[in-house]
């Protein structure tokens, strides 16, 4: 099985742009989960997406937004741009069902870098 | 909101050292999971832990939930310099498909 992909690797925007990262999930899962990792704040969860919907949602503002595809393809998208935002972005997928095969199968992440 | 903490912080040990690290939750938890993440690189699942005081054992890693499953532990007997990275936790409320992390204890084992 093809793990989870993330493209791309590496962004470098200004403030003010807007980003698009995409998230493709292991064949077969269907959800997706996106977190943000900092050095001072550790891995913070964004939101997390489930047969197309969002199924839960994390404490971050409504700039950051996300969706998901039939294919189960994710995306998410930051407008105007912080400082701030400068992190790692992963997602992970995973079967989605609290049973007792749920693990997350993390990406190699989106590293965003805002001048 | 639900938060998750582990101490410490960071962890120098001399290799053959024992290791451990602890997860507490403010609410009562599901599930939780371990992660390890080598430098540079994304977290890898470790286990899952579902019942209430249960213990499991992966080789030289032993996993515990506490019985009121608001805490946990991870704790590496005769650490290598494999085992370097940081670990987190994270853990999974009721009704909830959110995993909140963890702030991770970063691990060093000096050869």
């Known amino acids: 099985k093809a793990g989870v992909t993330q493209t791309p690797r590496y962004l470098i925007k200004t403030r003010g742009q807007q980003v698009t990262l995409s998230c493709s999930p292991i064949s077969g899962h269907r959800s997706v989960s996106w977190y943000q990792q900092t050095p001072g704040q550790g891995l913070q969860f964004l939101f997390e997406y489930f047969s197309e919907t969002q199924r839960n949602k994390g404490n971050f503002p409504g700039r950051f937004s996300g969706r998901q595809f039939s294919n189960s393809r994710s995306e998410m998208n930051v407008s105007t741009l912080e400082l701030g935002d400068s992190a790692l972005y992963l997602c992970?997928?995973?079967?989605?069902?609290?049973?007792?095969?749920?693990?997350?199968?993390f990406g190699p992440g989106t590293r965003l870098t805002v001048l | 909101g639900q938060q998750v903490m582990q101490i410490p912080q960071y962890q120098h040990v001399q290799e053959g050292e024992d290791f451990t690290t602890y997860c507490n939750s403010s609410t009562t938890l599901s599930n939780i999971q371990w992660y390890k993440q080598r430098p540079g690189g994304h977290p890898v699942f470790l286990i899952q832990?579902?019942?209430?005081?249960e213990v499991k054992k992966q080789k030289r890693l032993t996993f515990q939930f506490g019985e009121a499953k608001k805490n946990s532990s991870l704790h590496i007997t005769a650490t290598q310099t494999t085992d370097v990275g940081t670990y987190f936790c994270?853990?999974?409320?009721?009704?909830?498909?959110?995993?909140?992390f963890g702030t991770g204890t970063r691990l060093k084992v000096l050869a």
């Open positions: 994270a853990g999974r409320a009721s009704g909830t498909y959110k995993y909140i």
């Open positions: 832990l579902v019942k209430s005081g």
């Open positions: 992970a997928s995973s079967d989605g069902l609290a049973g007792p095969t749920n693990e997350q199968f």
